[in-house]
């Protein structure tokens, strides 16, 4: 049996090596843990694999961990890691019923595995980028509204460091609902922004 930060290892090496996941590490899905089983069938299936249907855990339930690991692999996919992510409409929309669509998955899953990989592969806050972050937030909040809003904001916020990437500065600014952003928080997002092509849009937005 193969644990999941071996599984995850293996798989986002696949990723950024190749943008697909190879067969060696589709078959070792098979033996994760009935919990991150399920966590990550829809992903795979997403990703290309042949993934079978699988009733996972007795009590239905998944770990956070291993869903947001399941969503950073499809952001990967996309190439979310570089400047030059590839996406269209459609094909977010079925990256977040994939999300939603795993026992427990929330929108948040998404958000947070969007924020950890602009964090661990961090890149120029390109206009393909910008562009691909506002989407994706658009996608969640118009069509999972509810979902959007059950998000725990405040732990993302708390997460934010002053090592924030550019790209996650700037995923701060259209994610994070106003009321979670404090004076101090927004100053932090203009000032991180301050030198980007992005100046204007975050005072404009953050009215600092």
Known sequence: MID?????????LDLRGSKAISPC???AWRSLPPEASAAFARALAFLGCQVEDTAGPSNGATREADRIAAARLMLLKLSVDSDDPKWSS??????????????GGSIGDVMYALY????????ELSKPLASFIKDLVVQC???YPELYQSVDWNRLVQR???????????????AIPPQFVSPEFAHEIATGLDSSPYREEAASALAV
């Open 90 to 103: 459609e094909v977010l929309e079925r990256l977040l019923k994939t999300v939603v669509g795993v026992p």
């Open 25 to 27: 590490t589709c078959q």
């Open 116 to 123: 950890g990989v602009l964090g661990d592969y961090p890149s």
């Open 141 to 143: 909040f118009t069509r």
């Open 160 to 174: 934010m460091t002053a090592s924030a990437s550019k790209p996650q500065l700037y995923f701060a600014l259209h």
């Open 4 to 12: 999941t930060h071996d599984f995850t290892r293996r798989a986002e």
